[in-house]
């Protein structure tokens, strides 16, 4: 069974850091493209990062470039996303997910989600 | 940034009836390969979103053929034939066809 468990998430203040972790099984994350998408609370669904299967390239939504860093160790069969310089709207449930590039399919397995809360 | 706009932002459906969700994007979503990236998913209260339509209309594995996604360039759509209960929730579209990946702002179906 395909599975992807967020963990990591907490309370943090602003200006602070977080790393997240997903970790994968029942599958090998070295085939897929690898995605974080977040959720600020009651809001809809953002796209965060990207992760190329090799971890040779990074995609990112302009309002975390910079401060948020994405990465992966095949070997582990795990995904990170590094938080720095954590900002109040930055609050949300993280996902991780995966998709095939090109042919698909887009984020057919998700994670249950961390909640990363950035407050003082 | 491709801009994807759903409508209604909210459905309130009578079990049995039929549903249908708009999502429009900015730019044409026919990549140079033929494809057109171009996908739905459902995201139910309290749970993770899950996939229901990929490439405009391949319903993906396991999903009930009351759903059925059309379109083609910058104008798409979902369709549920008869609304069930569990039905309920928020559909968002999203693009693929290049990065940043973007969703449409969602659409609530209720009962």
């Known amino acids: 069974e395909v599975q992807l468990v967020e963990s990591g998430g907490g309370l943090v203040q602003p200006g602070g850091s977080l790393r997240l972790s997903c970790a994968a099984s029942?599958?090998?994350?070295?085939?897929?493209?690898m995605t974080w998408v977040r959720q600020a609370p009651g809001k809809g669904l953002e796209w965060v990062a990207n992760i190329n299967a090799a971890g040779s390239a990074t995609y990112y939504v302009d309002s975390v470039k910079g401060r948020l860093t994405i990465s992966r160790d095949n070997a582990k069969n795990s995904l990170y996303l590094q938080m720095n310089s954590l900002r109040a709207e930055d609050t949300a449930i993280y996902y991780c997910?995966?998709?095939?590039?090109?042919?698909?399919?887009?984020?057919?397995?998700w994670g249950q989600g961390t909640l990363v809360t950035v407050s003082s | 940034d491709i801009v994807m706009t759903q409508a209604p932002l909210s459905l309130s459906v009578t079990p049995g009836q039929p549903a249908s969700i708009s999502c429009k994007s900015s730019q044409n979503l026919l990549h140079g390969n033929g494809r057109t990236y171009l996908s739905w998913f459902l995201q139910r209260p309290g749970q993770s979103p899950q996939l229901l339509i990929e490439e405009v209309s391949n319903r993906f594995s396991g999903v009930p053929d009351r759903f059925s996604g059309s379109g083609s360039g910058t104008d798409f759509t979902l369709k549920i034939s008869r609304v069930e209960a569990e039905d309920v929730g928020v559909y968002y579209c999203?693009?693929?066809?290049?990065?940043?990946?973007?969703f449409g702002g969602g659409t609530k179906v209720e009962i």
């Open positions: 997910t995966r998709y095939i590039l090109v042919t698909g399919p887009l984020f057919d397995s």
């Open positions: 029942g599958f090998s994350i070295n085939a897929y493209w």
């Open positions: 999203v693009q693929s066809m290049e990065h940043p990946i973007t």
